[in-house]
């Protein structure tokens, strides 16, 4: 997997994919109202050969070195889609900022599925 590396007063320090979208998928099932990571828009071929161990996130890292964020999430019938979709990129974005010191330039959020049956635990 590609590596970011982050250059600090003490020297680099050498980030691997598998740990932010660790970080952004905790990040994604903390907000209320998501239901679930998704699986991802990639074809079920890739998605075989990838073995992603968290499905419903995509880390990219582009030329100058800037992340690029996509989760694909499930929802619970009866959220605000935009407000789900703000908090889960705040929290994305917080998350990267505070474990790794990470600013994201992009976090794009999909809603792939609504999802009727709400288990409450009655709070």
Same mark, same amino acid.
């Given at each position: 997997?590609?590596?970011?590396?982050?250059?600090?007063?003490?020297?680099?320090?050498?980030?691997d994919?598998?740990?932010?979208?660790?970080?952004?998928?905790?990040?994604?099932?903390?907000?209320?109202?998501?239901?679930?990571?998704?699986?991802?828009?990639?074809?079920?071929?890739?998605?075989?050969?990838?073995?992603?161990?968290?499905?419903?996130? =995509?880390?990219?890292?582009?030329?100058?070195?800037?992340?690029?964020?996509?989760?694909?999430?499930?929802?619970?019938?009866?959220e605000? =889609?935009?407000?789900?979709?703000?908090?889960?990129?705040?929290?994305?974005?917080?998350?990267?900022?505070?474990? =790794?010191?990470?600013?994201?330039?992009?976090?794009?959020?999909?809603?792939?599925?609504?999802?009727?049956?709400?288990?409450?635990?009655? =709070?």
């Amino acid at each position: 997997m590609a590596d970011t590396k982050l250059y600090g007063e003490g020297g680099k320090i050498t980030c691997d994919k598998a740990i932010l979208s660790s970080i952004v998928s905790l990040a994604a099932k903390e907000i209320k109202g998501v239901a679930r990571l998704s699986k991802s828009k990639s074809s079920w071929l890739k998605r075989l050969l990838k073995k992603e161990d968290d499905e419903g996130v =995509v880390v990219k890292f582009d030329a100058n070195g800037a992340v690029k964020v996509d989760v694909y999430v499930d929802v619970y019938i009866g959220e605000s =889609v935009p407000e789900l979709a703000f908090k889960i990129q705040e929290n994305v974005k917080n998350n990267l900022s505070s474990m =790794v010191e990470i600013k994201a330039s992009n976090i794009n959020v999909h809603i792939m599925e609504v999802i009727c049956d709400r288990i409450d635990s009655g =709070v």
